[in-house]
């Protein structure tokens, strides 16, 4: 059993649509595959519909910036009931938060000098319910004032850079409790990578795990061999389940292919019998 739990396609910042990225998932030998697009689940349905037919288990799930500390801490939310009232009215909140960031990010990058529009932005997140950085990277390698979106990003969004802007994020504290009050299974993706730094520390994950916290991504490629072994040894203290995945973008990420992490084919069923969504 070949198990993937975290990828992104372009109900988010994926490159590839939720059926070419299923499609893509079985060609690459997987039998379990999660969609966790960023703070959206508008690709489920396709996706579901689309591993039906080549025959591929499709967990729905999606990735919730929240913040913890003042970091961004991603949160992979798998199964939840995505009509569940309170986690629906939070994620509205997020992607509002993300919606208005862009004409921000725009003003900022014109401010300095550079010609984009909304428009030139709405080109590239078109499918996309959660419009964020990445689109506004694709669009201005389009225009040709960066070679690709690592180069955009370096240059000019992030923190610090001339185009940056905050968006809000949901308390991690909360947004744990909705989770699991809608009947999903919550994990930190990539505790330790770029985002999360040395904020999540044991006391800390203990302490989330009282909230309802059940697993942590340790198999990450932010994540090099001396902190997988670390987060893995605190996994096993706390009882929490251990996954890795890919962090899979299309083309928009390099060094993420699909399966280049996997999860335990024990701890994946130790995480779907956490679920308790209808
Ligand atoms: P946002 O959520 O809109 O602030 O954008 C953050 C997203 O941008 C992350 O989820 C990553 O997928 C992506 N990202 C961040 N840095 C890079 C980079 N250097 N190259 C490509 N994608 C990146
Ligand atoms: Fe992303
Ligand atoms: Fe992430
Ligand atoms: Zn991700």
């Not at 949901?170 to 994990?187: D, K, N, Q, R, Y």
């Amino acid at each position: 059993m070949r198990i993937d739990l975290h990828t992104h396609s372009s109900a988010s910042d994926g490159t590839d649509t939720p059926a070419d990225l299923v499609r893509a998932a079985k060609a690459a030998g997987l039998d379990v595959v999660a969609l966790t697009d960023h703070d959206a689940m508008s690709g489920w349905a396709e996706a579901a519909q689309e591993a039906d037919e080549v025959g591929i288990t499709l967990v729905p799930g999606l990735e919730i910036s929240t913040a913890y500390h003042h970091r961004g801490v991603h949160l992979l939310a798998y199964l939840p009931d995505p009509t569940d009232p309170p986690l629906a009215a939070a994620l509205d909140r997020i992607l509002a938060g993300r919606t208005a960031r862009t004409p921000a990010i725009v003003d900022a990058l014109r401010r300095h000098g550079i010609a984009i529009t909304e428009d030139d932005v709405r080109r590239e997140s078109g499918g996309s319910v959660a419009a964020g950085r990445p689109h506004v990277a694709d669009a201005l390698v389009r225009l040709g004032h960066a070679g690709d979106r690592t180069q955009a990003f370096t240059d000019l969004l992030n923190p610090g850079k001339p185009g940056y802007a905050n968006r809000y994020a949901a308390p991690l504290e909360e947004m744990i409790p909705l989770v699991t009050g809608a009947g999903g299974v919550a994990v930190i993706a990539h505790p330790w990578g770029r985002s999360g730094g040395t904020v999540l520390d044991e006391a800390a994950l203990s302490h989330l795990r009282d909230l309802g916290l059940a697993g942590v991504e340790v198999d990450h490629q932010d994540h090099g061999p001396d902190l997988r072994a670390r987060l893995r040894a605190i996994a096993a203290n706390l009882d929490l389940v251990v996954t890795g995945s890919s962090d899979y973008h299309g083309l928009g990420k390099v060094d993420h292919d699909l399966g280049v992490n996997t999860t335990d084919p024990e701890q994946y069923e130790r995480l779907v019998s956490l679920a308790s969504s209808p």
